[in-house]
């Protein structure tokens, strides 16, 4: 076989659901920069013309009408080059998930995607239709006609073809099938959520594909926060016989990233270039990446100007207030302080032209100065620690702060309860209500604060206070995102003690010196997070094996038992609240701000878990622990 020398690209894109002109400027400037490259095929991620999350407006006739219309518009761009792209295709009343191949201008084909994605975060069963195996079909748009199915393409006399994001994680995959029609490029155009760790398995996925099947693999992912819960991390990879050719950086504040690689195709292909070695993944690296990256996303493109933050001096807001800190610090890194300003679409020419003359280490701190208001809100509760380790650290990242007390708000409430119940209110009987009434009244001022600055509040609960209600509806849960409601405490723990140690965020070693604590109830009682709950380590144990492992009590509490992690009765004793405690508060969990996707499973019920309101609440489970 005579060898046959393409040169393959992938390009990541940050898409926005329904933002035509966004979405399609950037797939624009990938051919613009594919074509400069003198590019073969360009592959492009998953559903980019409309971005990945349009949810139900994928049901919507007019949307498919309008996308095919952009469609037709990017085909005049494909001038010299072969572009993959995805988009969705109305034909009856199917609607399906397609990769469609230009060549040159022309319209060669649609592939259409066979294995839809219907667990954890996915829904695509309720818009989609899988396409059988083997067959391909006409269908009529626009006055002409274009083949669509399970297609087998030719660039250059070598043939291709596609597995589109499910489609490769099946047993079954039609990889399995293109090997025999003698396929020797696979192209994966993707919208494959981040989750810790998940670049490593997908990684594998196509460098042992393109071993198994004898063949090079292309695989373009989206990028970034794209709808406001799910983050992309906008993986490109080339791989060819088992070894990995080209990776690009992940998590990256571009609009467009694009990597491409000459590859060779014969008999015994030469691999000229390959990449031996990934580092082993940390996931406290990985989170800080998607954690700030997500902010930068959801701040500009909601048109907010900043955030603001209850700043109480605990674990979670801290970990809000670093990760504000760290998103501009990474995004002045990854596009320079003009490319950054311009970008966050928040500052005017003149403050621009500020930031953009200032020198280089002082610029960060003065744009979180105009990106992060902090406040303080004491009450004869708060203690000289919290107040001490929320204002060090607050001016030790540059933001704004201010401290205030809330004293005579809570006493106000307090009277007018008082007054029409006709007694005193108190700890005893009480404790609940008063606790409360002091988180609650913290809301308002803040978000007065946000409404001023026309900014985002940011909400602090953390996924293990969310598992068991551990929080105040419309107190410390009030906020427009909740960003870290999809980690648990523990791991917060040890990653503010990693972004001190080893990211420099030195103003964290108050905090990081303290026992969690509410501060709700009198110095007096010592309240602290686990004393009013269980240990973290073991919350997160039960939760994990309940709803991710899905096992029942029983098997839970078994599970435990041989693991040792607590005397037996303390672990029935564990069990029984964490399983009455989520029971209670899942419309707690309804409630709560958007919290973004970031580990292998969350517990949003507008994502990853669903849950009835009301139920059973486990009773009889409850009652047969032994």
């Not at 992938?10 to 035509?20: K, R």
């Not at 319209?107 to 066979?114: E, L, R, S």
């Not at 435990?560 to 607590?566: C, D, G, I, S, W």
Request: net charge negative.
């Amino acid at each position: 076989m005579e060898e046959t020398r393409l040169i393959l690209a992938g390009a990541a894109l940050n898409q926005t659901p329904l933002d035509w002109e966004y979405n399609l400027l950037n797939i624009r400037s990938a051919i613009l920069e594919a074509t400069t490259r003198k590019v073969d095929i360009l592959l492009l991620p998953e559903l980019c013309i409309t971005g990945y999350g349009c949810e139900d407006m994928f049901l919507h006739p007019w949307l498919a009408d309008e996308t095919f219309d952009k469609l037709l518009q990017v085909k005049e761009w494909c001038d010299g080059i072969t572009v993959c792209l995805g988009l969705h295709v109305l034909i009856g009343r199917e609607v399906y998930n397609t990769a469609c191949v230009i060549k040159n201008k022309e319209i060669v084909g649609f592939t259409a995607k066979q294995f839809l994605a219907r667990d954890g975060i996915h829904y695509e069963p309720r818009w989609f239709t899988p396409w059988p195996a083997h067959v391909v079909e006409e269908f009529e748009m626009k006055g002409k006609r274009y083949p669509i199915g399970d297609i087998i393409y030719e660039e250059k006399g070598i043939k291709f073809a596609f597995e589109i994001c499910e489609d490769a994680w099946r047993p079954n995959r039609p990889a399995e099938r293109h090997m025999a029609k003698g396929v020797q490029l696979i192209l994966n155009p993707s919208a494959s959520h981040f989750a810790l760790s998940k670049t490593d398995v997908r990684h594998r996925l196509v460098v042992e594909a393109s071993k198994k099947y004898q063949c090079a693999y292309l695989y373009a992912n989206l990028l970034g926060n794209e709808s406001g819960r799910v983050v992309f991390d906008g993986e490109v990879l080339i791989a060819q016989n088992g070894k990995l050719i080209r990776r690009n950086e992940l998590l990256s504040f571009k609009d467009v990233d694009l990597e491409c690689a000459e590859v060779c195709f014969g008999q015994n292909p030469e691999i000229a270039e390959t990449i031996e070695y990934l580092p082993p993944i940390d996931e406290n690296a990985e989170l800080i990446a998607a954690l700030s990256l997500a902010l930068f996303d959801y701040m500009r493109k909601s048109r907010s100007r900043g955030f603001v933050l209850s700043l109480s001096g605990g674990a979670d807001s801290s970990c809000c207030a670093v990760a504000v800190a760290e998103m501009v610090r990474r995004g002045v890194d990854f596009l320079g302080v003009t490319g950054f300003v311009t970008k966050a679409r928040m500052f005017s020419l003149k403050e621009a032209t500020y930031f953009e003359n200032m020198p280089q280490d002082q610029v960060v701190k003065a744009l979180v100065g105009r990106m992060l208001t902090c406040a303080y809100q004491g009450t004869i509760n708060s203690s000289d620690a919290t107040y001490t380790s929320a204002k060090e650290l607050a001016e030790s990242l540059g933001a704004v702060f201010h401290d205030w007390t809330i004293d005579e708000e809570v006493k106000g409430y307090t009277a007018k309860v008082e007054e029409a119940l006709e007694r005193d209110l108190t700890w005893e009987k009480d404790d609940l209500a008063l606790q409360n009434i002091q988180a609650r009244v913290r809301a308002p001022a803040i978000w007065m604060l946000a409404n001023i600055n026309n900014a985002l509040l940011l909400a602090t609960s953390n996924r293990s206070e969310a598992a068991v209600g551990y929080a105040t509806m419309d107190g410390d849960t009030a906020g427009s995102i909740s960003p870290i409601a999809g980690i648990d405490k523990a791991f917060v723990r040890q990653f503010l003690i990693w972004l001190q140690q080893e990211l420099g965020y030195l103003g964290l070693a108050y905090v990081n010196n303290l026992q969690p604590t509410a501060e709700l109830r009198p110095a007096s009682e010592s309240q602290t997070d686990e004393k009013d709950l269980m240990p973290y380590e073991i919350l997160n144990m039960i939760e994990r094996l309940a709803f991710y492992d899905r096992l029942s009590p029983q098997q839970v509490l078994e599970r435990l038992t041989k693991e040792n992690v607590a005397p037996a009765g303390k672990l029935k004793e564990h069990v029984h609240k964490f399983y009455t405690l989520w029971s209670r508060n899942q419309w707690k969990r309804e409630r709560y701000a958007p919290s973004f996707h970031l580990d292998d499973y969350n517990l949003d019920p507008r994502s990853w878990l669903r849950f009835p309101i009301l139920s059973g609440g486990f009773r009889e489970e409850l009652k047969h622990l032994k």
